[in-house]
């Protein structure tokens, strides 16, 4: 009998047939380990007819064999094999991740990558951009994410990874190098999820001379034409929001608008009753699903509300309206029986519709609404409904506070970072209203996700200095910066697109680690070699950390 064999490397599949005749070849094959590197010279047939394959996009031909060789021999039982429907868990492919790379999805995915960071750079290298590189091992910055620190040689002094090229870029603008960009990578010492990794690469681009409206083109241009043929057009330019209309609207700063139902304000009825009225930014606000797209089951009513009780402000209702009777006794509670039935006309509530309503601090209350809309509409997707517009859709989201209150301490942190200019609009409340001060910062959304940010720099010395103060940062740790912008540094500005979650968003992963080589895993951990490990005592010397605790067992 003849035997088949498939040949498989980065670009495909091929068939290969050893003919009956050649007993050497067949009785080799039978004991080669798969995955096996082999060389085959041979004649290109067209398959007999009936015999094609229509999932093989060679699946019209096979290579008869003449001279077959094994080059490299695998070893026997390889940790799983390359095979679509016996699919390894997560953990053992990525500990074995250059047979995972074997999958032909993640040779699509990383080719694909490749090619679009290819077009990006010859756009901006087209449009007189420099390609620079930065350091990675810089000084902690003050502010911002938690970093990683680097011991050294000199007692008690470290370096940190830098959380972005961002002082480095603003300094190449002060040295008159007017556009730059760089495929930079990044490192933040932050928990990872699903879309974020402890290191990962940016698309990093700054340029003097600019304002909000020609970086937003630079970057609508920029993925005009680095978008992949394969993927549907996409508009030359993108829809904008401002930051208070998306959580007005969407509560959440990175709305999805690729479905409609919105957050509405009622916080105006809630206040006529005077006790909820006397709260201090107090919010009353409401999303409701017709009939069509009502389905509120235990389970997802239970995991709402989970979602829900994490805020400690505000509260959520949620109903299936089985009549508007029904939910006139539910909130009867809150609201006068009057001003239920005013809430039931003036909203236009429909039998038989599904509402979640929140009451509270409103921007726990917008918060948590944003998050319903999204797990609610989610739920009724995987149930096999359409909510969505199909395609993919970018909005740029503007105007966000330049400052908000840190959680713990009541302190003012920044929204970006520290060197994000105020809108000069809003100059005059600086000192006696900061929070209501809004930046030239602008954040690129795509399909609900964050894939890029940026802003209009503070050039003025003297401002930067005031913003530091404002937001508790030592002006001594920052007097490089300071020297910087007052040494003749041109007004600038810049931008910077998370690529892996822009891939990520792009290819519909379920992950981040899908469109990366070589991602650290759930922990944060590299599942190859398994660092973080621990080092000798003699280094722990040498890098002066010799009195750590050992750390503790997970
Ligand atoms: N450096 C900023 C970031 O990494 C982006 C920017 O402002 O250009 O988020």
């Not at 490397?9 to 047939?17: K, M, S, V, W």
């Not at 041979?42 to 015999?51: F, N």
């Not at 309206?321 to 509670?333: A, D, F, H």
Request: aromatic fraction near 10%; hydrophobic fraction near 35%.
């Amino acid at each position: 009998m003849n035997k088949f064999v498939v040949l498989r490397d980065g670009y495909g599949e091929t068939q290969l047939i050893v003919k009956e005749k050649d007993t050497e070849t067949q009785s080799f094959l039978e004991v080669l380990p798969f995955e096996s590197i082999i060389e085959v010279k041979g004649t290109v047939l067209s398959r007999p007819k009936g015999m094609e394959n229509k999932n093989q996009k060679t699946g019209e031909i096979e290579v008869s064999v003449e001279k077959f060789r094994v080059v490299n021999k695998a070893r026997d039982n390889l940790p799983f094999n390359i095979r679509e429907f016996q699919k390894a868990k997560e953990p053992l492919r990525m500990q074995y991740r250059y047979l995972d790379l074997r999958f032909p999805i993640m040779q699509q995915n990383l080719r694909l990558r490749s090619k679009l960071l290819m077009k990006m750079r010859e756009f901006l290298i087209n449009n007189h951009f420099i390609d620079v590189e930065t350091p990675t091992l810089f000084k902690a910055t003050p502010g911002g994410a938690q970093e990683f620190i680097v011991p050294t040689q000199f007692p008690g002094q470290f370096y940190s990874l830098v959380q972005s090229p961002q002082q480095f870029k603003q300094m190449l603008m002060a040295g008159a190098i007017d556009r730059y960009f760089q495929i930079a990578r990044c490192y933040r010492d932050e928990g990872v999820r699903s879309d974020r990794q402890p290191e990962f690469t940016q698309l990093d681009i700054e340029l003097s001379f600019t304002n909000v409206d020609s970086v937003i083109k630079l970057i609508e241009d920029l993925l005009q034409y680095s978008w992949p043929q394969s993927f549907d057009p996409i508009p030359m330019r993108f829809q904008k929001m401002s930051y208070e209309e998306a959580m007005e609207n969407y509560g959440s700063d990175k709305p999805d608008v690729r479905f409609d139902y919105k957050v509405k304000n009622c916080t105006d009825l809630f206040k006529i009753n005077t006790k909820l009225a006397s709260e201090e930014n107090f919010g009353a606000y409401f999303i409701s699903f017709p009939k069509e797209h009502a389905n509120l089951s235990k389970q997802i009513k239970d995991s709402l509300q989970t979602s829900g009780n994490k805020y400690e402000r505000a509260k959520l209702i949620q109903s299936k309206i089985v009549s508007t009777s029904e939910w006139l006794n539910k909130i009867g509670k809150l609201l006068t029986t009057q001003l239920a039935s005013r809430f039931v006309e003036e909203y236009k509530i429909q039998d038989e519709s599904v509402l979640f309503l929140a009451y509270g601090n409103k921007d726990e209350v917008l918060s948590l609404l944003g998050k319903v809309r999204l797990e609610y509409v989610n739920f009724l997707e995987n149930l096999g409904m359409t909510i969505r517009k199909k395609g993919n859709h970018f909005l740029w989201v503007v105007d966000f506070p330049l400052f908000e209150l840190s959680e713990n301490s009541n302190k003012l942190q920044c929204v970006h970072h520290p060197f994000t200019a105020p809108h000069p609009d809003d100059m005059s409340d600086l000192e006696t209203n900061p929070l209501k001060v809004r930046s030239l910062a602008y954040d690129l959304v795509m399909n609900g996700q964050e894939i890029g940010g940026g802003s209009i720099r503070i050039h003025d010395p003297a401002l930067q200095k005031r913003i530091l103060e404002k937001l508790n940062i030592e002006t001594d740790s920052m007097q490089h910066i300071l020297d910087m912008l007052g040494s003749g540094c041109p007004p600038h500005g810049g931008i910077a697109l998370g690529l892996d979650r822009f891939l990520s968003v792009l290819l519909n992963t379920a992950s981040i680690r899908d469109v990366i080589a070589f991602p650290k895993n759930f922990d944060g951990r590299d599942p190859l070699s398994g660092a973080p490990s621990s080092i000798s005592e003699e280094e722990q010397r040498l890098y002066h950390i010799k009195s750590v605790l050992s750390p503790k067992k997970k």
